[in-house]
């Protein structure tokens, strides 16, 4: 069992290029994945499905490809927030999520966006809630419906039968620069479906077991990130899509190491709201 400190430094390749450790499925593991969560401060462990290994991973900014949360399956939008007090739960329910919505809105066009919960993490010692060193979706094909007509209800959820659903995380750094444990983010294009491993999550003193989607290592799939980014963007990360063709519909995301990393450098801190939006 291995857990998320198992990851090396990485190493810059070119400009705007790094080679880093990602925690991925072996592509000859044969186990299904596992994940599992301590409640506390220790890092999450990981059964023998997966294992860090070499992934190049291209700055966005640097790229003359414009992504999009149609496309690709993210998309980073300039986003000043009036919110400041991110420790408040309720004032972050009560001010921030309205600024997702209408940051939701103007991006794809939906019309009605639900939130359902938020997740601060903090990369500080003492934190129960660090960067998620594994790569993974959030929902798989069955997980992103009954997860919607859970949060949203039964009844509400039935009216909005026959529209298309997609799921969205919101994610902003809550620190004016990320200088360490960064996200990374494969181009949905470049995933093939027979890649996307369904994945058991063990949560301690509880009988519940999550499912999410992990990633089986494949040559083809294609890694950005966005450098240095700021306390006034956010990225869109899709996490499903009603519609099946055409479109990305899962998009596998990770925390990952910065070449050469500064240990004086101050834990990443950020803030992810998830929603379910609908057409």
């Given at each position: ?237 899709k996490g499903f899509d009603s519609v099946k063709d055409g479109v990305a519909r899962f998009t596998p995301h990770t925390a990952f190491e910065y070449p050469d990393q500064d240990p004086n450098v101050g834990a990443r801190a950020s803030i992810e709201v998830r929603t379910f939006a609908f057409y």
């Amino acid at each position: 069992m291995t857990t998320a400190s198992s990851t090396k430094t990485s190493t810059m390749k070119t400009s705007g290029q790094i080679e880093s450790e990602l925690n991925y499925i072996k592509p000859e593991s044969t186990l299904a994945p596992e994940v599992f969560y301590s409640g506390g401060a220790a890092p999450q462990k990981y059964n023998d499905a997966y294992a860090f290994m070499p992934a190049t991973i291209d700055d966005a900014r640097s790229s003359q490809e414009t992504f999009s949360v149609h496309k690709q399956g993210f998309q980073l939008v300039t986003a000043p927030t009036k919110h400041k007090d991110f420790i408040d739960e309720k004032a972050i329910e009560a001010s921030y999520y309205d600024e997702v919505i209408a940051i939701i809105k103007e991006a794809t066009g939906v019309k009605d966006v639900f939130v359902f919960d938020h997740t601060v993490r903090r990369g500080s010692a003492d934190s129960s809630r660090k960067p998620a060193h594994h790569v993974h979706n959030d929902y798989t094909e069955q997980t992103a419906q009954s997860r919607a007509q859970e949060r949203i209800g039964v009844e509400q959820f039935a009216k909005l039968k026959g529209r298309r659903m997609i799921q969205i995380n919101v994610w902003r750094p809550l620190v004016d620069i990320v200088k360490r444990s960064p996200l990374a983010f494969c181009n949905a294009a470049s995933v093939n479906q027979k890649d996307l491993l369904l994945s058991k999550i063990h949560f301690p003193d509880t009988d519940h077991v999550g499912e999410i989607y992990a990633l089986r290592k494949a040559a083809e799939q294609k890694w950005v990130y966005f450098s240095e980014m700021n306390h006034a963007e956010v990225v869109l990360i899709k996490g499903f899509d009603s519609v099946k063709d055409g479109v990305a519909r899962f998009t596998p995301h990770t925390a990952f190491e910065y070449p050469d990393q500064d240990p004086n450098v101050g834990a990443r801190a950020s803030i992810e709201v998830r929603t379910f939006a609908f057409y």
